[in-house]
Antibody, heavy 119, light 111 residues
Framework: QEQLVESGGGVVQPGRSLRLSCAAS????????IHWVRQAPGKGLEWVAV????????YYADSVRGRFTISRDNSNNTIYLHMNSLRAEDTAVYYC????????????WGQGSLVTVSS | NFVLTQPHSVSESPGKTVTISCTRSSGSIASHYVQWYQQRPGSAPRVVIY?????PSGVPSRFSGSIDSSSNSASLTISGLRAEDEADYYCQSYDGSVTWVFGGGTELTVL
């Protein structure tokens, strides 16, 4: 069964750091581009970052560029999102999502991990 | 970057047909595929339409997608509405500069 499972969320103070993990199973992990997408409470979906198959190519939304870093460990089928200099507006449920092999749709999503930035 | 604009909410009765629009602010709607995601309360999104009008396996044929270059918009149509279709729906496309854009979402209420 193909699955993505996020972990690492929690409450963190503004300016501090947090690392999210996304563990994949049930599919050939290094054949897929993986994204992070977030959703602030009561708000819509916002694309955050993407990592390509080998982890060398990474791209970010303007709102997080320079503060967040996406990485992947293909030996452990895991994606990470390192979040630094966190702000209140980063409070959201963070989802990892798999991009379909052909095309641009996100065909598999994790259940999400809640990050709350608050003093 | 462009913006994808959706109506904030739509509502319709069971058995009827509803259409949700997604208008692209700049650039051609046809330049990159549009996807549609359904998100029920407390759940992760799931794709219901990809590449403008393709349905993943497991998505009922009541769901269909299209694009209209004259209005620079995409549409998600759900026919034979059921209570289980009540959810938020998001359109999404790729902007060509390695960023992905989501619409603001539309809340569908089945009356």
């Amino acid at each position: 069964q193909e699955q993505l499972v996020e972990s690492g969320g929690g409450v963190v103070q503004p300016g501090r750091s947090l690392r999210l993990s996304c563990a994949a199973s049930g599919f050939t992990f290094n054949n897929y581009v993986i994204h992070w997408v977030r959703q602030a409470p009561g708000k819509g979906l916002e694309w955050v970052a993407v990592t390509w198959f080998d982890g060398n190519d990474k791209y970010y939304a303007d709102s997080v560029r320079g503060r967040f870093t996406i990485s992947r460990d293909n030996s452990n089928n895991t994606i990470y999102l390192h979040m630094n200099s966190l702000r209140a507006e980063d409070t959201a449920v963070y989802y990892c999502a798999r991009q379909r092999v052909v095309g641009a749709s996100f065909d598999s999503w994790g259940q999400g991990s809640l990050v709350t930035v608050s003093s | 970057n462009f913006v994808l604009t959706q109506p904030h909410s739509v509502s319709e009765s069971p058995g009827k047909t509803v259409t949700i629009s997604c208008t692209r602010s700049s650039g051609s709607i046809a330049s990159h595929y549009v996807q549609w995601y359904q998100q029920r309360p407390g759940s992760a999104p799931r794709v219901v339409i990809y590449e403008d009008n393709e349905r993943p396996s497991g998505v009922p044929s009541r769901f269909s997608g299209s694009i209209d270059s004259s209005s620079n918009s995409a549409s998600l149509t759900i026919s034979g509405l059921r209570a289980e279709d009540e959810a938020d729906y998001y359109c999404q496309s790729y902007d060509g500069s390695v960023t992905w854009v989501f619409g603001g979402g539309t809340e569908l209420t089945v009356l």
